[in-house]
Antibody
Framework: EVQLLESGGGLVQPGGSLRLSCAGS????????MSWVRQAPGKGLEWVSS????????YYADSVKGRFTISRDNSKNTLFLQMNSLRAEDTAVYYC??????????????WGQGTLVTVSS | EIVLTQSPDTLSLSPGERATLSCRAS???????LGWYQQKPGQAPRLLIY???SRATAVPDRFSGSGSGTDFTLTISRLEPEDFAVYYC?????????FGGGTKVETK
């Protein structure tokens, strides 16, 4: 059974940094492309970033480009999202999502339960 | 960037009725790389349809997707109580990926 468990969320001040992690289990992690999708309170879904199975290809939404970095450690079955220069509008539940293809872009079959990031002074 | 517009915002129906949800793209979606997700309150999204018309694993056959180019539709043939939720379309043919604003299917 595919399982994804996010961690690292919390309260951070504007301009601060946070690193999210997503631990995968029940599947061959390197064979899956991974993504981060966020949802602001009471709002819709927003794609944030995706990474290929090997980690060689990464993609970002314009709203986070230059501030967020997606990466993965296939030896530890873990996905990361380094978030710098955080703004109030980055406040959201951040979901980790996986698709059973190595190419970065595609529909996500599996989702974690999310971790809440709150940016506030 | 491809902008996806979903309509209606809210659909008020009774169990057993047919639901038809629309997703219109601002430009053609290459390869029909469009998916539909269901989200219930407090839960993560669930993939229902990918590549416009293929059902994801374990999705009941009352859910079907159709369309191509710029116009796509999700149809729920007969609503079950567990189908009342918010539905999102997403294109993933090229970066940036985008989601539609969602359609809420509520009980009439």
């Amino acid at each position: 059974e595919v399982q994804l468990l996010e961690s690292g969320g919390g309260l951070v001040q504007p301009g601060g940094s946070l690193r999210l992690s997503c631990a995968g289990s029940g599947f061959t992690f390197s064979n899956y492309a991974m993504s981060w999708v966020r949802q602001a309170p009471g709002k819709g879904l927003e794609w944030v970033s995706s990474i290929s199975g090997s980690g060689d290809n990464t993609y970002y939404a314009d709203s986070v480009k230059g501030r967020f970095t997606i990466s993965r450690d296939n030896s530890k079955n873990t996905l990361f999202l380094q978030m710098n220069s955080l703004r109030a509008e980055d406040t959201a539940v951040y979901y980790c999502a996986a698709r059973p293809r190595v190419g970065a872009l595609g529909a996500s079959d599996f989702w974690g339960q999310g971790t809440l990031v709150t940016v506030s002074s | 960037e491809i902008v996806l517009t979903q309509s209606p915002d809210t659909l008020s129906l009774s169990p057993g009725e047919r639901a038809t949800l629309s997703c219109r793209a601002s430009q053609s979606v290459s390869g029909n790389f469009l998916g539909w997700y269901q989200q219930k309150p407090g839960q993560a999204p669930r993939l229902l349809i990918y590549d416009a018309s293929s059902r994801a694993t374990a999705v009941p056959d009352r859910f079907s997707g159709s369309g191509s180019g710029t116009d796509f539709t999700l149809t729920i043939s007969r609503l079950e109580p567990e189908d009342f939720a918010v539905y999102y379309c997403q294109h993933y043919g090229r970066s940036p990926l985008t989601f539609g604003g969602g359609t809420k299917v509520e009980t009439k």
